[in-house]
């Protein structure tokens, strides 16, 4: 992330960099999600209520918004359950722990992570990423 920035400067380059047209809505959420120049794990309805907090998106805009991010690359969508998604503002490939208490998604290291012996994919397919959620119970 871009530092020395205003927030909706650093939100308007995020979009920017993306080839989105910074329409109100977006920028709107550009900020909740990178303004303060830190990456951050949200889940739509964490986001439209940070957003309604100001009055201003609905949660269709909030779903169709973190849609289009993440169609142009600027976050990653992490499902959990096979039913919460949660969207990660950091792009690199890393793993995640999910707090099954909390429901909180955050980063883990890969500083000792190796994905070996990955199973052979079907003729005319390649792998095009790897999720590894660690789900963690706090003891």
């Known amino acids: ?3 020395g920035l205003t927030a909706q400067a650093r939100s308007t380059n995020w979009l920017s960099s993306a080839g989105l047209r910074p ?3 977006r920028l709107a959420l550009a900020e909740l999600l990178v303004g303060d120049g830190k990456h951050r794990h949200v889940t739509a309805e964490s986001l439209f209520e940070a ?3 100001k009055g201003q998106v609905s949660l269709a805009t909030v779903y169709n918004t ?5 169609d142009v690359g600027l976050m990653h969508e992490i499902t959990v359950d096979g039913a919460k998604s949660y969207f990660d503002t950091n792009t690199s490939e890393h793993p995640h722990f999910f707090w099954e208490d909390t429901s909180e998604l955050t980063d883990a290291s890969t500083e000792r992570m190796e994905i070996t012996n990955l199973p052979n994919v079907p003729q005319g397919a390649e792998i095009a990423s790897v999720d ?3 789900r963690l119970r706090r003891t």
């Open 1 to 3: 992330m871009t530092t």
């Open 23 to 25: 329409t109100r809505q």
């Open 51 to 53: 957003a309604s907090a």
């Open 66 to 70: 973190l849609r289009a991010f993440c």
């Open 132 to 134: 590894v959620v660690i």
